[in-house]
């Protein structure tokens, strides 16, 4: 059975930083897309990044939001997803899902129609 675990969330002042962690068990993701999008109260789930290894090299995406401020990163040794979260806003305050696909594919890895398995969130509240 595939779980993933979110952990890292909190409260933080804006402007400051919070590291976020997504431990994937039951299957390795190594290179399968892994991605975090966050959902905040009354909105839809948007993307927030994604990660994809192609061959030799891995691919970043990110929202235009976030671009410049996050980094996604991952360690496929530990199976686990990151996302440092820097120059936070008061806008950044959601709950932050991790998620991964299930295929190789790199097709519409901003969007959660590419991503199979979810974790069940981790809370941010960035205060102003």
């Known amino acids: 059975q595939v779980q993933l675990v979110e952990s890292g969330g909190g409260l933080v002042q804006a402007g400051g930083s919070l590291r976020l962690s997504c431990a994937a068990s039951?299957?390795?993701?190594?290179?399968?897309?892994m991605g975090w999008f966050r959902q905040a109260p009354g909105k839809e789930r948007e993307f927030v990044a994604a990660?994809?290894?192609?061959?030799?090299?891995?691919?970043?995406y990110y929202s235009d939001s976030v671009k410049g401020r996050f980094t996604i990163s991952r360690d496929n040794a530990q199976n686990t997803v990151y996302l440092q979260m820097n120059s936070l806003k008061p806008e950044d305050t959601a709950v932050y899902y991790c998620a991964a696909g299930a295929q190789t594919s790199d097709r519409y890895l901003t969007r959660a129609i590419a991503y199979d398995y979810w974790g069940q969130g981790t809370q941010v509240t960035v205060s102003s």
């Open positions: 039951g299957r390795t993701f190594r290179n399968n897309p």
């Open positions: 990660i994809k290894r192609d061959g030799a090299n891995t691919n970043l």
